[in-house]
């Protein structure tokens, strides 16, 4: 299979939080309590391991040096004043130097650029690919670069902070504010964190006032839009910041990644991506930019204008599937989430969780990791775009933990140093030998593992035709809707029929397949075909034409893949 053929199975994972071994964490404790796992963890074997559930991309979350409460002054990086750090740890998402990696990812901290360089490798010897993340809309609010390379300037180093607003600044100002958040301005320091003038918060607060729910660890950075005069733009002459960026965006490309998930980039215009993406791509053509874009009206331009190659599918498929699992919504949903992409849902990254949202298995979702099971069916195997699992997804884990600043919500925190309990239990000191795993989570792994292999491996999936036969089964007498979804897919003389049952009772359900599948995918009408399910390989009779429904039984929170070959 050539990589064009290749369906994009990505494996994200928390970095510090993977190699930890730690199994008695305290709340909300220190480095040097609860330990934090190290990039030196994802061995060979790790990534083989991680491999043969079928990822082809790692996205190593929290690579980018952020702000933390960690002291690291003995190797000339400069303290952040605890009141404007998440929990001890901090926010990988408030970034302290663009180019610099993460000093608690590292064994040796002086040599973390080169732990990084050699983790890359050790990811592309083993098939993997490498996704980091980049955060383009705000960094930490005392963001300082001690390796920024030599002729560059520091972000905010000329700007004249007298100006609300400035195309030639990097950030945004509130002059002659001081900030006064609605927070503890002091945290566990002698002294208030004092900034003079204020600058604007990273969510869009331009005043010098923000509270505990924003984004207060943050500043906004400037891309040259004036958001408190109706949002004029100055992009002519290109500003300060955009510059910047590219040249940060091919400092990491060089570091010969394969790609970046963008955080937040539908809070960054438009025309700066249009300006970007394709600079960057001239010197790295294959390097993959995913967005992470929460407005539906601004897919199109995202994609088209932006040239991003994946969206997040959040606000449609993922909080489609998360009802239907819950069961506050129909099925039938599924058909209006790719039916309103209007032809870009090969461009959308599906996903059942990632670090914002809470865990399947949590009390919060729906308790149970088997219920969707279904749902993953759907999202991996519907269409030809990528499919993204959150570590530990596969074996339930459930984020129930309390951690410190994140408190008990049912995600796995980004904020505290913490250890994942089945993804530590997995690892077994790096031995990755299934001992300390349940029964119920070696089953789910097979299970993740079956279907993320088979997206890869049949070419139906990988690249075939899709045709949703829900049209044809509303009001089915022995097909519910509302709780079963249908579909075929087919490449070449392949066709697999996809029958998912949401119910929590087994289903005798009977397909009505129309006469449009039959053209469309010119199929031959058969009334007795040896169909091979492809998640248990047993074989049976089934038929195949437009006027007799195709009878299967399908178990509760379970799927059918039947394989024809034609």
Not at 1 to 29: A, E, P, S, W
Not at 169 to 193: C, R, T, V, W
Not at 367 to 379: H, M, Q, R, S
Not at 419 to 447: C, P, Q
């Amino acid at each position: 299979m050539n990589d064009n053929d290749n369906k994009l199975i990505i494996y994200q994972v928390f970095t510090r939080l993977f190699g930890n071994n730690h199994n008695h964490c305290i709340y909300n404790g220190s480095l040097a309590e609860n330990g934090c796992g190290k990039m030196a963890d994802f061995t060979g074997k790790a990534l083989d391991e991680i491999k043969k559930l079928g990822a082809t991309h790692i996205w190593y979350t929290g690579i980018i040096e952020h702000a933390t409460q960690t002291d690291y002054r003995r190797y000339n990086i400069r303290p952040d004043h605890p009141a404007i750090v998440k929990g001890k740890a901090g926010s990988p998402y408030a970034i302290k130097d663009y180019y610099d990696v993460d000093p608690d990812l590292a064994k040796d901290v002086p040599g973390r650029m080169k732990e990084f360089e050699n983790l890359v490798q050790r990811t592309h010897r083993s098939g993997l690919k490498v996704i980091i993340d980049f955060v383009p809309n705000h960094v930490a609010r005392q963001y300082h670069s001690d390796m920024q390379p030599d002729g560059t300037t520091e972000l905010g180093a000329n700007d004249d902070p007298k100006y609300a607003f400035s195309p030639y600044n990097n950030f945004y100002y509130i002059p002659q504010s001081e900030l006064h958040g609605q927070f503890d301005m002091k945290g566990s320091a002698a002294e208030p964190y004092h900034e003079y003038p204020a600058k604007a918060t990273g969510n869009n607060r331009f005043d010098a006032y923000p509270n505990i729910t924003d984004w207060y660890e943050t500043v906004k950075l400037n891309y040259g839009v004036d958001y408190q005069n109706g949002g004029t733009c100055h992009f002519d002459p290109t500003p300060d910041t955009w510059s910047k960026i590219l040249d940060i965006l091919l400092f990491w490309a060089g570091k010969n990644i394969d790609g970046f998930r963008c955080d937040m980039a539908e809070m960054v215009p438009v025309e700066f991506w249009e300006w970007v993406i394709p600079q960057v791509k001239e010197k790295h053509p294959d390097l993959l930019f995913i967005a992470e874009v929460y407005n539906p009206n601004e897919y199109h331009n995202y994609l088209k204008r932006g040239h991003f190659d994946y969206l997040y599918d959040k606000v449609g498929l993922y909080d489609t599937l998360r009802g239907i699992i819950c069961g506050n919504e129909s099925a039938t949903n599924i058909t209006h989430c790719w039916q309103s992409l209007g032809g870009i849902e090969k461009q959308m990254l599906n996903f059942l969780e990632n670090h914002d949202e809470q865990r399947i298995a949590s009390d919060f979702f729906v308790n149970n990791p088997w219920k969707a099971i279904p749902a993953l069916v759907v999202a991996a195997c519907m269409n030809t775009n990528p499919m993204m699992i959150y570590f530990g997804q596969e074996f339930g884990e459930l984020g129930m933990d309390s951690e410190g600043f994140s408190g008990r919500d049912g995600r796995t925190t980004i904020f505290d140093y913490w250890s994942v309990d089945s993804i530590r239990r997995w690892r077994n000191g790096g031995r990755f030998d299934g001992k300390m795993l349940t029964e119920n989570e070696k089953h789910l792994y097979a299970v993740y593992q079956r279907i993320l292999t088979l997206c890869r491996q049949e070419k139906a999936i990988a690249r075939g035709l899709f045709f949703d036969l829900m049209y044809a089964n509303i009001g089915g007498w022995r097909f519910n809707e509302h709780r079963q979804f249908a579909f075929l897919r087919k490449c070449d003389n392949e066709v697999l029929l996809f029958v998912v049952n949401f119910d929590s009772v087994s289903a005798h359900v009977a397909v009505n397949i129309p006469s449009h599948a039959f053209s469309y995918l010119q199929m031959p009408q058969v009334d007795n075909y040896e169909a091979t399910d492809l998640l248990t390989g047993e074989k049976e009779m089934v038929c195949l034409l437009p006027y007799k429904a195709t009878e299967v039984s399908v178990h509760e929170h379970s799927a059918r893949i039947l394989k024809f070959t034609l």
